[in-house]
């Protein structure tokens, strides 16, 4: 009975074991739940290389280890087929390319070399801008990974965080979180403006974090994390309106960190305390929120920074689980391109 058990389970082992361990392609996840229509959809989990490996015998038995995972990521951008991850705890930019299922990396050697990289954001040319905390620096890369600018000399940052860029003006904004305030440079690394102080009064801050630029109209969204808000300042910086409140229920915030906007002006908030983003409409009300702590799809464990891209495609760096979650905003011009696949959720 014993060898029978044995030989069953070489059996299933020798079957798994041929299967790529890639990203879960899986839309039975979708927030809100029925019967009310849904606006979030998963797609799925990214863990770098772990994503385009063939399964060990030990993944079939344990499952995939961390160490095959995306070690503690921060920040995150996508562009295209690509999938930028700033890390934390090896300290590099994993450049994920879903098409081509390879995984390189840029600022682990050489010119340029990171240290503790928080903030990525890519230019239309393909630049790579990073922001090192550690170094104090943000360094921009072209395509194959060789540093071209260095921003930040000395004293000019305390704690460069969040960055994000403004494609059609060609700024970079910089979250400097020690100095509560933001930079503006063009992306030559040319010095603009800045704003911001530290204070608890409209465009001051207290230890901001990230960044978010709405495509509409070029509006940039910054998270006040120590005054527990959400702030929003026109391109030149000046201050339009604010949101937020310290709490432990939802529409409040206790630690937040990522921020992004759909479309639709829609503002996203991660939440390292809650295990979730929350949804926001341009005046501050919550629309809703998405996750729990956990490991599974739509769960986190302390989620950092997120980014929507063109696609409204939502991507949230789940840093203790060693992973990029990916969702989908179900946008009406979504709907109207894949009605299909929405047509699916419908039946449900």
Not at 36 to 45: C, L
Not at 236 to 241: H, R, T, V
Not at 335 to 344: A, F, H, L, R, T
């Amino acid at each position: 009975m014993v060898k029978q058990k044995i030989y069953t389970l070489l059996i299933l082992v020798f079957i798994l074991s041929g299967c790529a361990s890639g990203p879960r392609e899986d839309n039975n996840f979708y927030w809100p739940s029925p019967p009310e229509e849904p606006k979030i959809s998963y797609i799925g989990a990214y863990r770098g290389e772990a994503d385009f490996r063939e399964a060990s015998f030990l993944d079939v038995i344990f499952g995939t280890s961390p160490d095959y995972g995306l070690p503690k990521p921060y920040g995150v951008f996508s562009k295209g087929d690509k999938i930028y991850v700033t890390l934390t705890q090896n300290p590099a930019v994993a450049v994920i390319d879903k098409k081509a299922r390879t995984v390189k990396f840029i600022g682990d050697a050489g010119a340029g070399r990171l240290s503790l990289p928080l903030g990525v954001a890519i230019s239309n040319d393909g630049m790579a801008f990073v922001s090192d905390a550690r170094i104090k620096k943000v360094y921009g890369y072209d395509e194959n990974g060789g540093l071209r600018v260095a921003i930040g000399t000395k004293n000019e940052f305390q704690n460069p965080s969040g960055i994000a860029i403004n494609q059609e003006l060609g700024r970079l904004y910089v979250v400097d979180s020690k100095a509560h305030n933001v930079h503006v440079y063009t992306l030559k690394g040319e010095p603009l403006f800045k704003f911001g102080e530290r204070g608890d009064k409209d465009g001051q801050f207290n230890f901001p974090s990230n960044v978010a630029i709405d495509r509409r109209n070029g509006n940039v969204y910054i998270v006040d994390t120590q005054n527990f808000r959400v702030q929003y300042f026109d391109k030149d910086g000046q201050f339009i309106s604010k949101f937020g409140n310290v709490g432990d229920v939802p529409g409040s915030f206790t630690r937040p960190k990522g921020i992004g906007v759909d479309s639709d002006g829609h503002v996203y908030v991660a939440d390292a305390a809650f295990d979730n983003f929350q949804i926001f409409d341009d005046k501050g009300q919550l629309l809703l929120y998405v996750g729990s702590g956990g490991t599974g799809p739509g769960q986190f464990q302390l989620p950092a920074g997120l980014y929507i891209d063109e696609q409204d495609r939502i991507f949230v760096a789940d840093s203790v689980n060693f992973r990029v979650q990916a969702f989908q905003y179900l946008s009406d011009t979504w709907k109207k391109d894949n009605p299909e696949q929405y047509k699916k959720f419908l039946l449900k």
